[in-house]
């Protein structure tokens, strides 16, 4: 992040994130073993605690990056993990969530 950003700004956009893993239905998170990955996984996670319906999602191109950065929380029973060609995961996600495909 830049450093020309202003610790107001950086507080706005945090509660702005927080906002939409909190309000998703569907939470989708492109596995990167980051900070941040990690801590929008876990507001969904504690979002999923008061929403049975909320669907969480995490892919990796492989499934051998779960094992080399290992997280329990990669485990949890809410997350369903996913590798191989992005297109095919998005095509499944679309299926299995009735969801419409939303085209520019």
Sequence with gaps: ???????????????KEVDAVVNCDIFIKLFAPTRGCHVE???A????????NKKIY????SAEN??????????????NQCSGNLTDF???VVLANSCDILTP
């Design 41 to 43: 996984l876990g507001i």
């Design 90 to 92: 998005a095509k499944r």
């Design 1 to 15: 992040m830049s450093n020309n950003i202003s610790p107001e700004e950086l507080r706005f956009f945090a509660q």
């Design 58 to 61: 995490l892919w990796s191109e």
């Design 66 to 79: 779960y094992l080399k950065n290992p997280s329990a929380f990669y485990y949890h029973p809410k997350v």
């Design 45 to 52: 996670l504690a979002a999923a605690q008061s929403d049975a």
